[in-house]
């Protein structure tokens, strides 16, 4: 949920207009929908379980590798899996328009994009996924149950974080290009759907312990006592999400050529543009360091031009990545864990 | 958390207080509308857009301190997006006798309007009672169904964070920092897992009290909002001023 809220002013008024009319139309189905199988004096009571999402977004998860970042809940797919798709979103929307109206998080005009991206996409696909993998047969053990709730969160996440570039291309008021700000987002999108995967499954597992009937689709659960996953299912699912992370980001290097360096040095579109830079001589300082620089590197330019070997080198490069990250953390919580903890900040 | 921490300055005195929010909602929402759709590379017809929110703001005794940090919380995105924009959108376009990157037009633009957008709605928000501003809502036309689960979720919001972060000090005080990264995820899970069933079992009882206390359906309240000359004279005052604001616009270009 953090800060991917649409701002009024990266849409113009005739596409905020058309999204809000297909947020309201889609709303308006959602309504109908849960009134058939609630009694209608009760939907107004959904609005109490919307403040349970904020609630919930109070309690912190302190990420493992990164220590001073924590993430939390956002709530979409865990009120799908509990509630259904159709009031999961009635309760997502008031959240969204009690954000905008109070927290002003994304603006008037933006409501409808916010409601689609944030609210209708994770609730409707998320439980479509969730659903598709649980399966149709009985007796569901853990580790499906995990596979399908990590599976919805991360695709209903990602897949509503994926509506932002559309919108905002088709407003036309921001010139990134479409590619590069869709592989940002769902990159940046594929970490906070893992963390909401974890969470999630860590409150339907408790759920299915204590009251496996406030779950839908736990007839088909396995009456087993067990909610504990192993270490490889979780590894696995994590290590999937990598592996897409790694290859979007090999994608990226190859489809765009360093973005700074692209920004003075070339310019295919524009063939009036001049470089800022001159093409360096070899006797150069920075001519010598680049070519350090490729014989040093592990995997010199992502591995040239083909593709198999570019996925493996953003792979590495994830791993690599993620690996000092680690160590880094380690380092600087070492530090501080001698300090007093801090006290719980009390708002 | 209080209730006094979101309605701060809602509950004070001023002629935009009084105003009905019909009016204000309506007057807004116009006024973002119009601002949103002034051309992406001119800055300088911006400049009488910042009337409506200031006036709003002062007259309203709202702290300017107040309504910037509230701005900045919420920019990270739209900054992140502005500050990128430069880089692609390269052709030169005059601005001020000379010549800049179209980029830092737009993101300047972006910037000012999400500015000025943010503050005509914290001035909206935060000089109307919120229980003022759902009455408005459904006059205007927003379903009643809406209408009350935004105020059950407003009613509730403040019961269940002071629980959750009860829930939270208590983790803190018996984890810290020290626990293993499962036993951390699945305190979370039981945190809000608990906090959901005892949301599920609150809301059953609210609406057994509801029902007991003759609830069927409807709300009704003593509070009725007026909409009387003077939100007339507001809502065309501003009509006139962003007509005139936007026609500033095609006289510049």
């Given at each position: ?75 979409g797919v865990?009120l799908a899996i509990?509630l259904g798709p159709h009031?999961g979103t ?32 994770p609730c409707y696909v998320g439980y479509a996924v969730y659903r598709a ?15 399908a709730?990590?599976?919805a969160?991360?695709?209903g ?59 839908r689709g ?130 | ?253």
């Amino acid at each position: 949920m953090l800060a991917m809220h649409m701002a009024n002013e990266l849409l113009t008024p005739v596409v905020a207009g058309v999204l809000a009319l297909l947020a309201a139309g889609l709303l308006g189905v959602a309504c109908r929908r849960t009134r058939r199988s609630l009694d209608p004096a009760r939907v107004p009571l959904m609005g109490v379980l919307g403040a349970f999402v904020f609630a919930a977004q109070m309690i912190n998860f302190t990420l493992p590798f990164m220590p001073g970042t924590s993430g939390h809940l956002g709530g979409g797919v865990l009120l799908a899996i509990v509630l259904g798709p159709h009031a999961g979103t009635l309760v997502m929307a008031s959240i969204l328009i009690v954000q905008c109206l109070i927290f002003q998080d994304g603006g008037l005009l933006a409501l409808g994009a916010n409601i689609l991206n944030m609210g209708v996409v994770p609730c409707y696909v998320g439980y479509a996924v969730y659903r598709a993998v649980l399966g149709h047969r009985q007796g569901v053990g853990a580790a499906r149950l995990y596979a399908a709730t990590f599976a919805a969160s991360v695709v209903g996440v990602v897949l509503g974080a994926a509506c932002v570039p559309f919108e905002t291309a088709a407003a036309g008021v921001i010139t990134v290009p479409l590619r590069l700000f869709l592989l940002t987002m769902i990159g940046v999108h594929l970490l906070i759907g893992a963390v909401e995967g974890l969470i999630t499954f860590a409150v339907v597992a408790y759920l299915y312990r204590i009251r496996p009937d406030t779950l839908r689709g736990s007839e088909l659960l396995a009456k087993a006592t067990r909610t504990r996953v192993g270490w490889p299912v979780v590894a696995g699912s994590l290590a999937a999400v990598a592996m897409v992370l790694g290859g979007l980001i090999s994608h990226a290097a190859s489809a765009y050529p360093d973005g700074l360096e692209w920004t003075y040095a070339e310019r295919p579109a524009d063939p009036h543009f001049q470089p800022y830079v001159e093409p360096p001589d070899e006797s150069s300082l920075t001519a010598r360091a680049e070519a350090f620089q490729q014989r040093a590197a592990l995997l010199p330019d992502y591995g040239g031009d083909d593709t198999a070997l570019k996925t493996v080198a953003g792979l590495v490069g994830t791993i690599v990545t993620l690996v000092v990250t680690y160590l880094i953390a380690r380092l600087l919580r070492r530090k501080t864990d001698s300090d007093a903890p801090a006290p719980a900040r009390a708002t | 958390m209080h209730h006094d921490y979101l309605d701060r300055y809602a509950n004070q005195d001023s002629p935009v207080h009084d105003l009905d929010a019909r009016a204000k909602v309506v007057a807004v929402l116009l006024y973002t509308v119009v601002l949103v759709s002034v051309p992406k590379y001119q800055l300088a017809p911006l400049a009488p857009f910042a009337v409506l929110p200031l006036a709003m703001l002062v007259v309203g005794r709202i702290p300017l301190n107040f309504v910037l940090k509230r701005v900045l919380i919420v920019s990270p995105f739209v900054v992140c997006l502005a500050a990128f924009n430069p880089i692609w959108d390269a052709q030169l376009r005059p601005f001020a006798g000379t010549w800049v990157r179209g980029g830092w037009l737009v993101a300047a633009s972006v910037l000012i309007k999400f500015t000025l957008g943010m503050g005509a709605l914290i001035a909206l928000t935060s000089t109307t009672r919120f229980s003022d501003l759902l009455a408005g809502l459904q006059r205007l036309g927003v379903p009643r169904v809406l209408v009350m689960q935004l105020g059950f979720l407003y009613r509730y919001l403040f019961v269940l964070i002071d629980q959750a972060m009860r829930m939270r000090r208590a983790r803190d005080a018996r984890l810290g920092g020290y626990a293993s990264v499962t036993l951390r995820l699945r305190a979370v899970g039981g945190i809000v897992g608990v906090l959901l069933l005892r949301t599920l079992e609150q809301a059953e009882r609210i609406h057994q009290a509801m029902q007991a206390r003759g609830y069927d359906g409807t709300v009704r309240t003593l509070r009725r909002g007026c909409f009387g000359w003077g939100e007339v004279l507001f809502l065309l005052a501003v009509g006139v001023y962003v007509t005139a604001a936007r026609l500033s616009v095609l006289v510049t270009s």
